[in-house]
């Protein structure tokens, strides 16, 4: 009973931080924290303030903020909205095609900070953004400050700490760029401090609490956290706190730890097991692959970038220290060699960093990623606060070896990274040298100051301030200095990637997206509008505008996408869908494409600009009505929100057509994957099986003949094309095609031989249209299976002549092809069968969220395709009896089969593990409770013993 109760093994630096001259109290501390950060935060957000701008990046390749946590968040608001009005809804139609609102929310909903900015008008989000990460860059100081404390920290030291936590470039250089990452940042100290007092033996309700509140408001923490804290446990372990001579002990108190984990996560489960559910349905493919090691290039720039902020590697690996923690590193090294748990964590992680596996494994064994820095922040500057120390730094050896050290780096980074690297190769910015500079001349000064100061004083001939003073002020002046530089004047306009003050809410009020909010239609339908490769730049709607407009479309910005509509575009080969596994920007306007996903209308010409946009739509859309001067296409044919199919065709026999014709075959049969084919037949329908000798096709290919161009130089017979410049052109001549729609493939094109060498993009132009496809292999976004990369052009009366086609990449090179062929597929079929699908479309009753009624008539037993992605929370009632879905009908939707006769049919949304998650949550309630009790009767005994 005595080693449960014992603080034996309190680690003896932190038994006597409260015998210290000059602790302070929290209340202090908290309040002076406060006061240095509104300070600094003023002088680091100086530029924003002054040009009137807010903290939402927005440029031509990071749309990241504008349209995920702009539009998500005004997405949230809407949500918020039917949640205070009793009227919240599981399923959103508004959601790319379609998605779980609970699961795409929840996370928000249990965030109280979003809601604090979901009550502001939208016409301030934008600030109220901007707000939200400052409140974020405070909480994280208070939570690291907090830590400090419990680590036996609780002198001036904390507040630098604190200081140089929640202004480490990681948190500002990520904020900007994604401001939802901060909650980690925020709450792994806050793990951290839990899991001292189970270390301690003091109470496992802290750890409980925090472990379900980081579940709750993040997916992606409570993986990398419990990963990064399990380590932590085991170290700290073993380091401080073992029991020798105690056989098992380490595993039963662990066993004890990861027991209250779960406890946590069983809490957070209502939010949890939906979203896993809802993941799992997306694509974790990437098109990067993880390499082996980095290069040595970026190893050799590595110890650089601790002072010119740049990124170590990629994917917001900031390793990036202000001055005074840099100073410091070398005597953290020197304190890993003592077994001194923060440092040997900060080493320990700073060396896994150079290890591509280890950062994948903590991006879900993606591409490799630096998301997880703030975790390495976070023991690096703990470490040098105990590196603080005035014992340790007043021995002359450390002195000499610092100093020694300092001026090392500064000629490595200065010589090497800067004036070779940088002035020489020019891999290293003129901003980066000269913050570099600007660092290394702080960095004196914090020696002088820690080294030097009772010479200084005893030399001035005025009262000087403490040191202590004098160190907090000098991390202030840093911190600001250091973020003006790297901000403003040397950064190259980097101000300009920011949205100004209320800019968002324009961008948004001037996109002809809102007018689909006043389309007046009781059927079911989708808009469309002008597509392209690019997320940014015109002809091209901003993604993700269904969320903030709470309207119908198909297009969509997120990691989570549904991996089944991927599916569907490698099939058709259609790279508008396939562009990246985060934003699949349309359907190309392909014809059947847009009937299978229920696309009735498309947004066109607008009277202050878009004038070419109506000449992107498909083939059928014709001019319908004008509203607030956008011109509005009606597609005249339509299947509202399903259609019969009266029989099927495997996928494996379907990909014997080409693209052309795969799409023709959709029009007259279901394609089913194989397995999905096989279960059909099992239960005897008399469905009729397709081969692909039974589909109709009348596509041709036409002739093509390849040119050279300016800058690009085209052999057909050897089948290259070599440019000498980033942008290069030259020409397809085809031969005479009339009524159809115009599909160009590329074949196996690749660039230097070998797919994935360099992302690339070919533009292809005719009449005024311009579009694109891209090869995302070698991208950590992209896809590594695409082969051909395959383009509509659109409808066409009469096409002959030139097409123009440009080659877009980082610079020169060869590019080779299997071919170039050019497809042409005539409207006669598709008017023929389009129509046909358009007579037994489903006649709606009731449209809503999560309820849909209507009726089939079906002349035989037939193949009912729904325009809703596959996903697990449909259930499908045919005359009120729940029937057997067909998960993967047209390879991507949902299906049932439907008798012969007219029948009712309901579709019904629920979220998928909601009520699993609801009934694991009480449970993890009532153990919270249970251990509540034990605890606080065990706490009373050791009271009692202590007495």
């Not at 957000?45 to 990046?57: A, D, E, K, N, P």
């Not at 306009?493 to 100004?500: E, I, N, P, T």
């Not at 009469?798 to 060869?814: D, F, N, P, R, W």
């Not at 071919?819 to 042409?824: F, G, K, N, S």
């Amino acid at each position: 009973m005595k080693n449960l109760i014992k603080n034996e093994t309190l680690p003896a630096m932190e038994r006597k931080a409260g015998s210290e001259k000059n602790t302070m109290s929290l209340k202090r501390q908290l309040g002076i924290y406060t006061l240095l950060f509104a300070v600094t935060l003023a002088g680091v957000l100086f530029v924003f303030w002054c040009s009137g701008t807010t903290m939402l990046r927005y440029t031509r390749n990071f749309p990241d903020s504008l349209a995920q946590n702009y539009a998500f968040l005004a997405g949230f608001q809407n949500y918020l909205s039917d949640l205070l009005s009793g009227n919240l809804k599981n399923w959103s139609w508004s959601i790319g095609l379609g998605a779980d609102a609970w699961s795409f929310y929840s996370s928000k909903l249990f965030n109280p900070l979003y809601w604090i900015v979901a009550l502001l008008p939208k016409k301030y989000l934008d600030m109220g953004w901007s707000g939200m990460i400052v409140a974020y860059l405070y909480l994280c100081g208070v939570t690291f400050l907090l830590f400090l404390r419990k680590a036996g920290i609780r002198d001036y030291r904390a507040l630098v700490g604190a200081m140089c936590y929640a202004f480490a470039p990681w948190m500002i250089l990520s904020s900007v760029k994604q401001g939802s990452f901060l909650i980690g940042a925020v709450m792994f100290p806050l793990l951290a401090l839990a899991t001292e007092k189970i270390l301690r033996r003091e109470s496992p309700i802290p750890f409980i609490l925090c472990v379900a509140f980081i579940t709750l408001t993040s997916f992606r923490w409570p993986y990398t956290s419990g990963m990064m804290i399990f380590l932590y446990y085991g170290v700290r372990y073993f380091l401080d706190y073992r029991e020798k001579g105690k056989k098992g002990a380490f595993l039963q108190r662990f066993g004890v730890f990861v027991g209250c984990g779960a406890v946590g996560i069983l809490i957070a489960m209502p939010a949890l097991l939906p979203t896993i559910l809802k993941l799992g349905k997306s694509t974790s493919t990437s098109g990067m692959e993880t390499p082996l090691l980095f290069t040595l290039g970026q190893y050799l720039l590595f110890p650089s970038r601790m002072t010119n902020w740049d990124m170590a590697f990629d994917n917001y690996s900031f390793y990036s220290f202000l001055p005074l923690c840099a100073v410091l590193m070398p005597v953290l090294f020197y304190q890993a060699g003592k077994k001194k748990f923060a440092a040997v964590m900060g080493t320990l992680l700073t060396v896994l960093t150079l290890i591509p596996a280890f950062c994948s494994a903590l991006n879900f064994f993606s591409y490799p990623s630096g998301r997880w820095y703030c975790i390495l922040i976070f023991f690096c500057v703990w470490g040098c606060m105990e590196a603080m120390s005035e014992p340790l730094l007043g021995r002359p050896k450390i002195r000499k070896g610092t100093i020694v050290c300092f001026v090392l780096y500064t000629l490595y980074a200065l010589g090497f990274a800067g004036i070779f690297a940088g002035k020489i190769l020019g891999l290293v910015s003129n901003t980066e040298i000269c913050l570099m500079a600007v660092n290394a001349l702080f960095e004196a000064v914090f020696l002088a100051v820690l080294f030097g100061y009772t010479s200084f004083q005893k030399a001035g001939r005025i009262p000087m301030p403490k040191k202590q003073v004098i160190l907090v002020l000098l991390v202030v002046v840093t911190t600001i200095l250091s973020y003006n530089v790297y901000f403003y004047p040397f950064s190259k306009g980097d101000m300009k990637r920011f949205l100004a003050n209320g800019e968002a809410y324009e961008k948004f009020e001037a996109s002809p997206q809102k007018t689909a909010q006043k389309i007046e239609d009781e059927d079911f339908w989708r808009v469309d509008q002008v597509e392209g490769v690019d997320v940014t730049t015109a002809p091209r709607n901003r993604i993700n505008e269904t969320v903030y407009f709470n309207t119908r479309s198909i297009y969509m910005f997120q990691s989570g996408n549904n991996k089944r509509w991927f599916e569907f575009g490698k099939f058709l080969g259609d790279n508008a869908i396939y562009y990246k596994r985060t934003c699949p920007n349309s359907n190309d306007s392909r014809m059947v494409p847009d009937l299978l996903t229920g696309v009735k209308y498309f947004i066109g010409d607008q009277e202050d600009g878009g004038k070419n946009a109506s000449d992107y739509a498909g083939y059928g859309f014709t001019y319908w009505k004008t509203i607030d001067g956008v011109d509005i296409l009606k597609n005249k044919y339509s299947i509202g929100l399903g259609t019969l199919y009266e029989s099927y065709i495997t996928q494996s026999e379907a990909e014997k057509l080409n693209y052309a014709q795969r799409e023709q075959a959709m029009l007259q049969t279901m394609v089913l994957p194989d397995e999905d084919a096989e279960e059909l037949e099992k239960q005897e329908t008399g469905i009729r099986k397709l081969g692909a000798e039974d589909i109709e096709t009348t596509v041709s290919e036409i002739p093509v003949t390849v040119k050279s161009g300016k800058h690009a130089k085209a052999d057909q017979a050897k089948q290259t094309i070599t440019t000498d410049k980033k942008k290069a052109k030259f020409t397809l001549k085809i031969d005479e095609a009339e009524d159809c729609q115009l599909l160009i493939s590329f074949e196996g094109l690749k660039k230097n031989g070998k797919r994935g060498e360099e992302e690339f993009t070919v533009y292809v132009k005719k009449n005024g249209v311009k579009k694109a496809a891209t090869d995302t292999i070698g991208n950590a976004q992209g896809f590594p299976d695409i082969e051909d990369l395959t383009i509509n052009l659109g409808y066409f009366e009469k096409v002959k002549g030139k097409i123009q086609v440009v080659l877009s990449a980082e610079k020169g090179g060869t590019y080779i092809y299997d071919a170039i062929r050019v497809y042409a597929i005539p409207s006669e079929l598709y008017d023929r069968y389009a129509s046909g699908l358009q007579e037994k479309s489903m006649d709606l009753e009731v449209f809503g969220n999560d309820y849909v009624k209507g009726t089939f008539t079906a002349e035989k037993t037939s193949l009912a395709c729904f325009s809703i992605l596959k996903d697990e929370g449909w259930r499908i009632y045919v005359d009120g009896k729940k029937a057997e879905k067909i998960e993967n009908a047209q390879l991507a939707f949902t299906g049932v089969v439907i008798p012969e006769g007219t029948h009712t049919v309901e579709l019904r949304y629920h979220t998928p593990g909601l009520k699993t998650g609801l009934i694991l949550g009480s449970i993890g309630c009532i153990l919270l409770f249970l251990i509540l009790c034990i605890h606080c009767r065990w706490r009373r005994k050791h009271d009692q013993y202590t007495q």
